[in-house]
């Protein structure tokens, strides 16, 4: 509820770290104890970063999640069968269609994206110069036999001779 009430709010799904602090915060600002404090400062702290924010162009989930995302750096690893603060749905080995990636995997496939396709330049380069070497290659066996062809003349007139 509280997810989908800042998510309709903010116009874009809300990350497990900010709806952590919503959650674990008092009417009047303050955390629940002092241990909630120091988890939510270690968040606050790493939400500043802009590669540690999430993105995502999916809008129907209310919760961007990542297995490497703010919470789990701050929180821990997920445990076996369930994900922290995403509610019932998704689990650590079935990847939702609410996850979400991080900038540092954006990019690592765009960057991914960006080889594959030097690669493809590469290897059609590589096939036109092969299919030139083809084509020297018959030219040349074609003007050897005309060499011979030539040589067996020659020593055919020097015989006659």
Do not use: C, Y
């Not at 996850?99 to 960006?114: G, M, V």
């Amino acid at each position: 509820m509280h997810a989908a009430k800042k998510a309709k709010t903010d116009g874009h799904p809300v990350e497990r770290a900010v709806l952590f602090q919503i959650l674990h915060t008092r009417k009047d600002g303050s955390a629940v104890n002092p241990v909630m404090k120091e988890k939510m400062d270690k968040m606050k702290d790493l939400l500043v970063d802009p590669n540690n924010q999430l993105q995502s162009s999916d809008t129907s989930g209310s919760i961007l999640w990542s297995r490497d995302d703010v919470f789990a750096k701050v929180m821990g690893k997920e445990h076996k069968g369930h994900i922290r603060g995403v509610g019932f749905g998704p689990t650590p080995s079935g990847q939702s269609s609410k996850t979400a990636l991080t900038d540092s995997e954006i990019r690592s496939s765009q960057a991914r994206d960006n080889e594959v396709a030097q690669l493809k330049a590469s290897l059609a380069t590589m096939e036109e110069k092969l299919a030139g070497f083809d084509e020297m290659k018959e030219k040349l066996s074609k003007f050897e036999e005309m060499e011979q062809r030539m040589e067996q003349r020659m020593a055919r007139m020097f015989q006659q001779m």
